[in-house]
C-alpha cells in the first residue's frame, strides 16, 4: 500500500511549509517538494488544506463498567468517532475492581479493545493496593507497554485512592520510570456535599456541580502535586477544569517541579448553564466530573494551553444514553459520570482556538497530538510528519463546515452536547497506518484494524527526575561518640 | 488594690500616647494624663518605659501528656515564666486520647490548671469523631466558654484528624459560631518519609526536618483551608513556619475568604542548621513540629506580620528535659516534640522585629496580644488597654538589656534554645488582674491566682460568614413535569 | 452645646456594644451604659440604631478646575452632600498649575474651602519640580497640617508626574514624614490609545474605558510601587479599580513593602456597560478615570477590603453637570472626567457590602472612616468613639431604606450614578462637631461651619519606615591601597 | 566537501537517537543508522558523544562603541571564542546613537561584521524615534533581514527609549511582523541610585549592584509587558536575571500574553558577592547590566528555563580589558559595563544544568539553540537536526573535563569570570556551515567564513497576535441621533 499525498501544507508543532508526503506500509517514508506519483497505490489531493499528525486523544472510556451500567461506545464505535474527527490513536484505561488483579483486568480490556479500529493503549488505574498490585505494575511496565498509572482521588466507597495509596503508588512509578496520573477530586467533600444536597431534597443535576466546586479539584490537584513533589515524582492532571487548579499548576512548575496538565475540549467550551436547563435530561446529558464550569473559567483553560500550563487536549470520551442517564431520575448522584466528544474534539479545539487566535495552527498540533505523545513516550512514532513515523494523519480542510449533532455522528450515543454548533475547519480525510480510514463523512476501516501500542517507560522528563531527587536525600550527621 | 502607673507611654495595638493608668480590683478604671496617687496601694514608676497590655499566647501545651511521658512545664512553672515574659493569659490545649469523652478529658485539664498564677483558656482538640464528640462540642462552648477546637492533620495512627473528621467537626463549628484550628501537615507523607529515612538508617534528629518538609505542611494547610472554604467556616492555622504555607493563606484570602495564621517567636529567629549541630542532644532539643526552617523562611513570617497575612504570635511551649530527648537517641521519631518559649516570645518578637524596623511598636502589640483576643473573642476585656479591660499590662523597658539563658530562665526544663542571644527591650514589670505579678527578675504571685476565661462564641467575623455561606446554597430547578 | 445620644449600638472598626454617648463642645465626654439626661441641650434616643465615627472621605475634588470648566459642587454643596450622606470628614486636592506656586495654589484653595459645613483638609499635587517645590513641600507639611502629596501619572501635557519627577518627590516626603499618593494610569498609553481611537473616528464616551484599559492603571501602580519601595517610602494609591493593581498591592505587602489602597464607591458597584448605553449623555455622565470595569472586578474588589490588601472607600467625587459633560460631545476626551458620589458612599457600601455579608459592621467603619484616619494620621481624633474624640458620629438606621436620586440629592449635578436604587440601611442623624448636621433628609448646619484639619507628619507606620530603609543603606567596600 | 559524522548520539530539542550524519556542502543531508564514508571527505567518529545542534547566542556585542571605548573583543576573536564553546551563530546588535540613520549604522555594523568567522545577523535597537526611523524599520525588515527591534529602558541621556518612543516602536513592529526586545531597567531610578551613591561617596564597584537593583528591572519588564500587551505586540525581554521579572513574565503569560525571556549563562552561575572582592580589577571586571544577584536567583532562574518561562540563554558577550575597566577607578559609573561568556555558555549550561538534574538533555538544547531559532525564525534552518538544515553541529563530549581560565580562552579580554572551574561536559568539535571549524582546543576556520543570516518576519507566534489583537478592537456605539 503506497498512499501518496500532494499539493498540502504540513502543519507540525512546530513548522509550517509546504510538501507531498508518501506512506508506504503504515508508515510515513518520503517527504519532499514534489513526488512522483509513479507506483503509487492512491492519491489524494490536499490542495488547500493542512496535513497534520493525527489526533491523539489520551483519555477515553469505551464501554466502561461504570455506576452500575456500561458505557454505550465500545471499542469499535467508540474508535471509529475517534478516526471520523481525525484521531488515530486513543488511550483508554483499565480500571480494576478494588481486590481485582491486574493483569487480570488489564487483559480483559485488552480483549475488549480487539475490536479497535484506531491504535490504542492503556492506562491503568492503581484502585487498591498491596505487594501484588507493586508486582504487577512492574509486569505491566516491563511486559506490556505500560508507562501510565491512574489515580481517581474522588469515588469514595469506591475506587479512591487515599493519600497512602497514592504515596506507595507514586513511589513504585519512580523506580519504574512510569508517570502518575491523577483524577483531582476530594472525594470526601464530594460525597459530603452529595448528601449535604440530597438531604435539602436537592436532588436533580442542578445539584451534580454544586457537589464538585472548583476548589475540591484544585484542593485534589494541589495533594498530588505535593506527594508528586515530596517523592520526586513527575505527574499527570486528566481534565484540569478549574482556574484554580492551574494556578496549583503554576506554583508547581514554576518551584521546578515537572506537571503535566491535560483539559478537555468540553470543558473549553460548555459552560455551566446546561444543569439548569428545564429538560432533565438535558441537563442530565451533561453530568460529567469535574463537571462543566462558570463562563470565566474557559478563558483560563485557553491561556493554559497558549502558556505551556496545559499540554494536551482529551475528551474523557464515555458515553451513556438516556435509559442509563436516567438511573439517577431521583437522585442525581446515581446519573452515570460522562459525555461523549472523542469526534469532536479536533473540530471544537480549531474552531474556538484557532479561528478566534487563541492559538496558532503548529500549537494545535501541540495539544491535540505531539505534546500527548512527547509526554507517553511515544514520539516520533506518534505526533509526528517525519520519516519513519507512523502514517497516522488527519488531511485537515480548513475552509469546510460542518453542523455537529446527534444525527450525523458516530458515537452510538443519542445525544451530542455541541449540538447545532457550526465548526469551520474539519477533517476531509483521516489517514490511519498509511490508508485512508475516514473520508468526507465516512468511516471506511475494518473493525479491529487498530494496534495495541507499546508505550515505554522512563520518557525524556525522567532523565533527570531521579537526579534531582538523589539531592534531596537525606544523609545522617557523623556525631562525636 | 489600686495600683496606679506612672509617667509611662501607652502602647495599644493601635495608638500610642503618654498617660498615667490606674487599676482597680483587676480591672482599667482611670486611664488620664496626670492620675493623682492618692488612696493608691502602689505606685510604679514607668517613667521612659512603655505600658502594653500583656502578652497572650494562644498556643501552649503545659504538662501535655505526650509520646510517652509529660511536658516538664506543669501549669505553675509554665505560667510562672509567662508572666516573667510580660505574658499574661494562655490558651492551652485539651487533647483527648481517641475514644474518650471530650468533657471528661476538659474537666481533666481545668483540674490541671487549678494552680495557674496567669489567666488561662482552653482549645479543645478534635481526635476522633461521633455523634457524642458533636454533642460534647455544644455542650463546651455553651457551658465551657470554649469557642475553637483544634484538628492534628499529622500524627498518624494516633490523634490525626481525617479528611471526613475535618468536614464533620468544621460543620459542627458553624453550628455553633466556633473556629476551628488546625496543625497543619500531611501525615501519612511524614510518615512515609519517617519509615523511609529510618529505613536507610537515617536515625538522628537531622531527620526530622527531612521528614517533615516545608511542602507537607503547605499541603495540609491548603487541605484544610479548602475545607473551610467549600463549608464556609472560618479557619486559624496554628504555627505557620513556611513561606508556601503563607502563599496558601494569602491565595485564600485573596478569594475573599477568612483565613488567620499564626506564628512562632521561635520560627522568626531560629533556622534548621540547628539539626546538623555535633551534639546529639543539642539538636534533639530542637525537635519540635514543625521543624525549624531554612533561613529564607524567617523573612517571609515577619512579612506576613507587617502585612496581615499572619495575625498572631505563639509558642506551642511544651518543654521536654534531656532525659526526656534521650528517648529517642536510636530513632529520631521517638524524641519527644517540643520546645519552651513562653517567656521569651515577647522579647525575641521586640528585639528581633521592633529593633530591627520590621514591626511598629503598635504591631508588636497586635501580634503578641490584640489580635489573639479579637480572634478568640475576648477582646477589649483582654488585650487592650481601655476603661473596664482586665488590667493585665505589660511595663516595657526599651532600653534594658537581657541575656537570654538556661541560668535565669523561670521554666523547668533544662535547655534554653536563644542561649546567649542578648534582647534589648524587656518586660520590667508584669501586671496581672491589677497585681505586680513580676518585677525586674521576679515573679511574684501566688500558685491558683490566674482564673479560667470563658471565651464565648460568634466573634466578630462570625456574623457575616454565615449570610456569605447563605449565598452559596443550592435551590433545586424548577423543572417541566 | 451637651448632645445625649441614647439608647444606640456603637460600631467601631473593632467594637459593637450599647452604651450612650455624650457630646459636649464638639468632643465626646462620655461614653457609658447610662448616662442621665441631666443639663443636656438636645437628646436622641438611638433605639434599634447604630452609632457609628461618621465616615472620612479621604478624595473628593470640590470647585475643581479641570478640563476647562469648574467641578459644579462647591465646598458648600459637596460637604452638605457628605452630611447628608453620613460623612463628617473630606480631604480634597490642591492641585497648582504647572509652574504656580504650592503655597499660593494652597491658600487660594483654603480660601474656597471657607464655606465648608464639615471638617476637612487638603493632599497636595505635585505637578513640576524644582528647588521650590521641595521647599514648599516642607512649609506645607511643617506649618499647614498637610502630610500627603499626590502625584498624577496621567494627563500628559497637563498635570503628568513623570518617573523622575515623582522619585524626587517621593525621596522628599520621606525627609517630611509625608505620604505620596499617587493616581496610577500610565499616561502615555493613554494618550496614545486616545489618539489611535480618534484617528479610527471612535469619539464617543464608549472609547473612554477602551482609552484606559486595566493595564494601563496597574503598570502605573507597579511603577510607584517600584519607585517607593525602592526609595523606602510608604504609598498610597488612590481609587483602585482593576483586580491587576491589587495583584500588584498584594505581590508588594507579600514582600514587606507599606502600601496602601482606596477604591470608589462607584467601582465596587457600577461596571463598563454604562459606556454602551444608547443615549449619550448617560454615558458621559459615567466618564470619570479610571473608568468603570467589567463586573468580574467588583468581586475583587470587595476580597481587597475583606483581605486588608484596601484599606479605605472614597469617591472621588468631582461633579459636572450635562452641559459641561456636552464640551465632549464630538471627542470624548473633552467629557469632564469626574461623577458625584460623595453622599451616596456609605449607603452603598453598607447596602452592597454588610447587607450581602461581604463585610462586617466593624469593618464597614474600618474601611469608611477609621483607616483613613490611621493612615492620614488623624486618628482617634477622627474615626474613632472614644472619650475626646471629635464629635463625628452617624446615626446610622439599618432597616430604613431609601431610593437613591437626583431628586433627592444634595449635590447641585443633574445626575445620579446611583438612580433608582434602593437602599436598606441609611443615616438617620449625622453629628458633627458634636452638633445634629444632618437629620432625615434635612441638612441643618450653617455654611462655614467646618474647620480645616491639620494632619501631622510621622503616622504610625512611619516610625519604621525610616530603619528598614536604613538596612538598605550601601557601604564602601574597604579595598587594600 | 562531504564531512561524515559516524556512532554518536544525536540530540535535539525534543529526540534522542544514535545516528549517522552525512554534510554536503554546508547542509546536512543524510541521517541514517548507518552511513558508509565512501566518497567523504572527512569522518569524525563520534562514539561515546553527542551530536547536537550548534549554539545560537542571541545576545552578543562585537567591537562595540561603549561608554567613551570599544569592546575588545571583534568580530573576529568573538565568533572564534563562540566556534571555541560550540556556538555556531550569534545575534548581535546594531545601536545607532541617538539622530543616526538606522540604515548607516546598520551598514557600518555589517562591514566590522565581515571578518566573523561563524553565522550571525543583528537586532536593531530603537535609540531615537521619528518618521525617518518608522521608515527605515520597514527597509530592514524587507530588505535585510532584521525581524527583531531592541529597546534600552536604561541609559538615561544616552540611548534610553521612553516610554512614547516604545509605544511607536511596538507598534511599526506589529504591522512589519518583527518582534521588540528590551533591556528592561529603569532609567530613572538607576541615575537617581547612581547619583545617590557618588554624594554618599561610595564610588567604588560595590555600588553597582546597588544601583541596579531587582526591583529596578522587574519595574521595567512590567512596563514594557505592558504596553506590549496594550498595543498587542509579541515581546523578548533580553537577559532576565531576577525573580521578580520572572514573576512579570509569568504574570503575562498566564493572562494569555506572548512574552519571550532570555537570560544569561553568567546570572545563572556567578553571584553578587563578586562585587565585595578586596581587589578593584577583580570586582570591577564583574560590572556588567543587570548586575549579579543575590544567589537566591540563579535557583529562579533555572525553574524558569525548565518551566518554559524563559526560553533562551544568551551572553551579552561584552569584553572589556584592565585598562578599559580602569576608566571607572574613580566613579563605578564610568565603568565600561560588560563581561566575556561567548565560549564558555554551553559548557557552564551543560555542567550545571545538565549535570545537576536541571535540564534534560533535550532541554540543554531547546535552550541553547533550538529556542532561539524558533523565536528569531530561522528554524530549522538553524537550531535543527534535520536534512538541509545548515550543517551547524557540536559534537559533545560529556564525560572530557576543562579548567575554564583566561589561560586557555579565544576571547582577547585579560579576565575570565569562571576562572579555575572545572567543567564536565565539553564540545570536542564543532561543525560550522559542515566544515569542522572547531577541533578540540583549536580554531580552524578562515577569517570571513561566517555568513549574515536573514531573519524573516512574522514568525510563528505572529499569526494569531493579530487576530486576536482585533479582538481588542473598538467599535462606535450606534446613538440615536
Known sequence: MRLLIKNGQIITHEQSYFADVLCEDGVITQINDHIPDENVTEVIDAQGMLIMPGGIDPHTHMQLPFMGTVAIDDFESGTKAALAGG????????????????????????????????????????TWWDDSVSRDMQTLVEKHGVNSFKHFMAYKNAIMATDDMMIASFSRCIELGAIPTVHAENGELVYHLQQSLLERNITGPEAHPLSRPPIVESEAANRAISIADTLGSPLYLVHVSASQTLDA????????????????????????????DKNWLHAAAHVMSPPFRPKNHQQALWNGLKSGALQTTATDHCAFCAE??????????????????VEERLMVLWNNGVNTGQLTMNEFVA??????????????????IQINADADLVIWDPKATK???VINQHSKVDFNIYEGMTMTGIPAYTIAAGEVAYQRGEVLVKVGKGKYINRPPY???????????QRKVAKAVKRDQ
Chains 1, 2, 3, 4 share one sequence.
Open 324 to 341: 442509563q442517564k436516567s438511573m439517577g431520575k431521583n437522585d442525581f448522584t446515581n446519573i452515570p459520570n460522562g459525555v461523549s466528544s
Open 403 to 405: 453542523v455537529l449533532s
Open 367 to 384: 495539544v491535540t497530538s505531539t505534546n500527548a505523545a512527547k509526554i507517553f513516550n511515544i514520539y516520533p512514532r506518534k505526533g509526528a
Open 87 to 126: 484521531t488515530t490513536m486513543i488511550i483508554d484505561f483499565v480500571i480494576p475492581n478494588p481486590q481485582q488483579n491486574l493483569l487480570e483486568a488489564y487483559h480483559q480490556w485488552r480483549g475488549w479493545a480487539e475490536k479497535a479500529t484506531c491504535d490504542y493503549s492503556f492506562h491503568v488505574a492503581i
Open 459 to 469: 520518557a525524556s522528563y525522567y532523565q533527570t527526575i531521579e537526579q534531582s531527587h
Open 249 to 276: 499548576i503554576r506554583y508547581a512548575t514554576e518551584n521546578g517541579q515537572r506537571v503535566f496538565g491535560e483539559c478537555l475540549a468540553a470543558h473549553l467550551t460548555i459552560d455551566d448553564s446546561v444543569y439548569q
